[in-house]
């Protein structure tokens, strides 16, 4: 496989459950971002992972739990979501971050969850 | 003032013609743009990315940017219906530290008619 992959595609799920969103990446990187967009809105940074540590932490509630195990796999793990929680949930990765520039990031298709 | 601001459109121009998408931006240490394409019910995907003033041309493609009037344009020659979707703007915020975000506009719709 190439590119970055994210599963499930689709996912709903009632406000008291417990699910996991997965991202891989194939490309390399060294850094991975997790993003809300939702319709009318500009897309949302969530966390970003750089060299599997967390740098970025963009005031998400804390329902909504990161873990990135390695450079290659990002997790999004939920807990007691709401319903304005439902969006699509897209992953990127790109190489690593450096201090003056951003590298481009590549995207995955993305989760599209519904809370039910 | 939002931080990355495009027009929504939508933008429609005859298949052939040079579609012209421009992006302004609030943040003046912005050192990074980037221009993505998203098709409906797509994820976004990269089209250019420019760091310096003036023009960076990729194909069918000319990004233009100019630091001095906080403005970053992506022109498109030669528009085919294919290329008929939003295109999101992003920009870094410049702030001192480690990592650099990116700010995303909302993207301006393009229709390319045949």
């Known amino acids: 496989e190439t590119g970055v992959t994210q599963t499930p595609r689709h996912l709903v799920m009632g406000m008291t459950n417990k699910k996991s969103l997965k991202c891989e990446q194939h490309l390399g990187h060294n850094a991975m971002y997790w993003y809300k967009q939702s319709a009318k809105k500009p897309l949302e940074l969530m966390f970003v992972y750089n060299f599997k540590e967390q740098t970025e932490n963009n005031s998400v509630p804390s329902r909504f739990s990161p873990e990135c195990p390695n450079s290659s796999h990002l997790f999004l793990h939920l807990h007691t979501l709401q319903p304005e929680d439902s969006a699509l949930y897209l992953c990127a990765s790109s190489q690593a971050m450096s201090l003056y520039s951003n590298q481009p990031q590549h995207f995955g298709d993305g989760t599209r969850l519904s809370i039910l | 003032q939002k931080e990355v601001e495009q027009n929504s459109g939508p933008l429609s121009v005859p298949e052939g013609a040079i579609a012209s998408l421009n992006c302004t931006y609030s943040d003046r240490g912005s050192q990074s743009f980037f221009w993505y394409r998203q098709y409906s019910g797509k994820s976004p995907e990269l089209i250019m990315f420019i760091y310096s003033n003036g023009d960076k041309e990729d194909g069918r493609f000319t990004a233009q940017l100019n630091k001095a009037s906080q403005y970053v344009s992506l022109l498109i020659r030669d528009s085919q219906p294919s290329d008929s979707a939003t295109y999101l703007c992003?920009?870094?915020?410049?702030?001192?530290?480690?990592?650099?975000?990116?700010?995303w506009g909302l993207g301006t719709s393009l229709a390319v008619n045949p």
């Open positions: 992003a920009v870094n915020k410049g702030y001192a530290g480690n990592n650099r975000k990116l700010i």
